[in-house]
């Protein structure tokens, strides 16, 4: 970071007391030295955020989002991290500093707002031939037949298209040139006609309701015939289409009236949030069809801990679900999948069934074990043999991804309930299955990160012990407990990277006049997921709450657990060292090693396992 930049941030932060600047978007009561609220991010009656005015962050037991005062702007006004610094700049009147790596800031700025303003002038246009003009009263008609009155109209900012030059010309006369219309993917072609010619136009908004792209659909009798229903703008200066998460911004805006529903629904498309917002169910979000991206899965993770997916019923969409839903169950989202009767989507179960008929499907929704099973039940015909048989195969492979032994235990279960089969040879038939995989999978030769990512992974229980541990131990650190100290822990203990480079940043911020200031963490070190989770670790502390010398002593027993971590990892190389090391005195000086090393390992002593040679 530009010293100008993070000199800056850190006089903005303290300027910017996040206590005053939380409570001016949701009622803060004291509580002790701190202050609490209902956490505006995710929908409870009983307060579970915590403001920490002296500390300068914020975190939420309840959905665990953590931060400073600038991402806690960027994530209640859903933008970026540097529209947040700007906007609280402003707020108490500071002024930026230059962005001394990009000269050319301004400039791209410039460019960017001008893009956007056509736009939004496009926007207008479209809408006002819908609504204003004798020739939109056709596709007035047509939004009417499903179930889309004035009101949708206006909330999403419909339009129509009425010609091919139509566009070009409202746009010429609003001074701007052919060339930046090209770059926003108006217009195409020799004659630069309207890409969205003669259809009905959903603007496509981004987090804040800027409008970034179009949607054009087709609605008259005489075109039914074209095979593209739907145009959608490509990627162009203002639009990045693998980022982009249609209904955001509606989401948010219904937040900030306390509108706050436990979960979002994720549908295919724009089309299918209308339809749903039109029959009143407005937690809705789409991808821009059906190839959803990481990034798009980040995006929704700021959004929402839970997260219903609802694609349509057809085979598409039964594919894209079983491609997508392994990816948002990745990322730590709390997914559930909504399966609508087969080939219906959510507009047309709304009309057979109401608002009330759709929500029974989400009411029943899957995890994604359950979803899948589902899917082999559906793909075979159990009242044959062969089909019972292709079944169960099925099934084995689905329940191989289970990791948890009582998970497999239960599904198993419903699975020979179906085809008869003994438990004890379906749980062996997996279990040979899951062998399969790992030898298919294995690595002919792991690198150093590779071991010491994976040294626990034969473990389950171990791996889960080492990661609260860690956090544990930075944890009490970070809040200046008087029993820890940041200098006697090595760096190297620590397994997880942003672990070790959170242990580093608390040492070094340990010997500056202000001391550690958690909020400052969130600026200084990229992964903020984590942050949060070491800043709430709250289960282990409520073991110990109001006992001082339990809770001390947990500390020492974490430490421990780290420490034995680390000379296993030693040993484990040590050990590879010597398996492919020629020069015999090596091998027996790295043996000596490993001899303290197993010493040190096994000692019941904290002092004993730090490494002196």
């Known amino acids: 970071m530009d010293n100008d930049l993070g000199q800056f941030l850190a006089d903005l932060k303290t300027r910017a007391n996040i206590k005053d600047v939380v409570g001016s978007y949701v009622q803060l009561r004291r509580s002790g030295s701190d202050w609490v609220c209902c956490c505006p991010f995710h929908n409870e009656k009983t307060p579970s955020m915590y403001v920490h005015e002296r500390q300068r962050y914020f975190h939420c037991f309840g959905c665990g989002k953590g931060g400073d005062v600038i991402t806690f702007v960027r994530d209640i006004e859903g933008m970026s991290y540097m529209d947040a610094v700007k906007k609280l700049a402003d707020q108490y009147h500071m002024t930026m500093p230059e962005f001394k790596a990009d000269p050319e800031h301004e400039k791209k700025k410039e460019r960017k707002d001008v893009l956007q303003s056509i736009m939004l002038e496009a926007n207008r246009y479209y809408y006002n031939n819908l609504v204003n003009k004798e020739d939109g009263k056709p596709g007035l008609a047509y939004l009417e037949s499903r179930g889309f009155g004035k009101d949708i109209v206006d909330k999403y900012r419909l339009g129509v298209s009425l010609s091919e030059d139509g566009l070009q010309r409202y746009l010429r006369l609003k001074k701007y040139n052919v060339a930046d219309l090209q770059a926003c993917g108006l217009v195409s072609g020799q004659n630069n006609t309207d890409f969205f010619a003669n259809r009905l136009i959903v603007p496509i908004l981004d987090p804040n309701g800027k409008v970034v792209a179009f949607g054009g659909r087709i609605y008259k009798e005489e075109d039914k015939g074209n095979p593209a229903k739907y145009k959608n703008s490509n990627t162009n200066e203002v639009f990045e289409k693998g980022r982009c998460i249609y209904g955001l911004n509606f989401v948010r805006e219904d937040r900030k009236k306390g509108i706050r529903p436990d979960e979002l629904i994720l549908v295919e498309g724009y089309m299918d949030v209308i339809a749903l917002g039109?029959?009143?169910?407005?937690?809705?979000?789409?991808?821009?069809?059906?190839?959803?991206?990481?990034?798009?899965?980040?995006?929704?993770?700021?959004?929402t801990q839970k997260l219903l997916v609802c694609y349509d019923g057809d085979e598409a969409g039964r594919k894209a679900t079983s491609k997508n839903a392994p990816m948002i169950e990745a990322s730590g989202i709390d997914m559930k999948i909504v399966l609508l009767p087969k080939g219906m989507d959510p507009d047309e179960v709304i009309k057979a069934e109401g608002a009330e008929g759709f929500k029974k499907y989400c009411d029943s929704a899957l995890n994604l074990i359950e979803y899948r099973l589902k899917l082999c039940e559906e793909a075979y015909d159990l009242d044959t043999a062969d089909g019972r048989q292709k079944y169960l195969k099925a099934c084995i492979v689905a329940l191989s991804d289970l990791d948890s032994p009582a998970d497999i235990e239960i599904y198993s279960n419903e699975v020979q309930k179906k085809v008869g089969v003994a438990h004890e040879t379906l749980i062996f038939e997996i279990e040979r299955y899951k062998g399969?995989?790992?030898?298919?999978?294995?690595?002919?030769?792991?690198?150093?990160?590779?071991?010491?990512?994976?040294?626990?992974?034969?473990?389950?229980?171990?791996?889960?012990?080492?990661i609260?541990?860690?956090?544990?131990?930075?944890?009490?650190?970070?809040?200046?407990?008087?029993?820890?100290?940041?200098?006697?822990?090595?760096?190297?203990?620590?397994?997880?990277?942003?672990?070790?480079?959170?242990?580093?940043?608390?040492?070094?911020?340990?010997?500056?006049?202000?001391g550690i200031v958690i909020g400052d963490i969130y600026s200084?070190?990229?992964?903020?997921?984590?942050?949060?989770?070491?800043?709430?670790?709250?289960?282990?502390?409520?073991?110990?709450?109001?006992?001082?010398?339990?809770?001390?002593?947990?500390?020492?027993?974490?430490?421990?657990?780290?420490?034995?971590?680390?000379?296993?990892?030693r040993i484990k190389e040590l050990n590879d060292f010597c398996m492919k090391e020629t020069d015999s005195a090596e091998i027996e000086k790295a043996k000596r090693q490993i001899s303290i090393l197993s010493s040190k390992r096994f000692s019941k002593v904290l002092e004993d396992k730090y490494i002196d040679f």
Not at 280 to 295: D, K, P, Y
Not at 532 to 544: P, Q, R, T
């Open 278 to 303: 039109a029959a009143g169910i407005t937690n809705v979000i789409a991808g821009m069809g059906t190839a959803l991206t990481e990034e798009q899965i980040v995006e929704i993770k700021k959004n």
């Open 436 to 466: 399969k995989k790992k030898l298919a999978a294995a690595p002919v030769e792991k690198s150093k990160e590779e071991t010491k990512a994976s040294i626990f992974n034969a473990n389950e229980g171990d791996r889960q012990k080492l």
């Open 468 to 514: 609260s541990s860690e956090r544990f131990v930075l944890n009490r650190i970070l809040h200046g407990i008087d029993y820890t100290d940041v200098n006697i822990v090595p760096d190297e203990w620590f397994n997880d990277a942003t672990c070790e480079l959170v242990i580093k940043w608390a040492r070094i911020k340990s010997k500056t006049p202000g």
């Open 524 to 569: 200084d070190i990229p992964d903020s997921e984590l942050i949060d989770k070491i800043i709430n670790e709250d289960e282990e502390l409520k073991k110990f709450r109001n006992n001082y010398e339990k809770e001390k002593a947990h500390y020492v027993y974490c430490l421990m657990n780290i420490a034995d971590a680390y000379l296993l990892r």
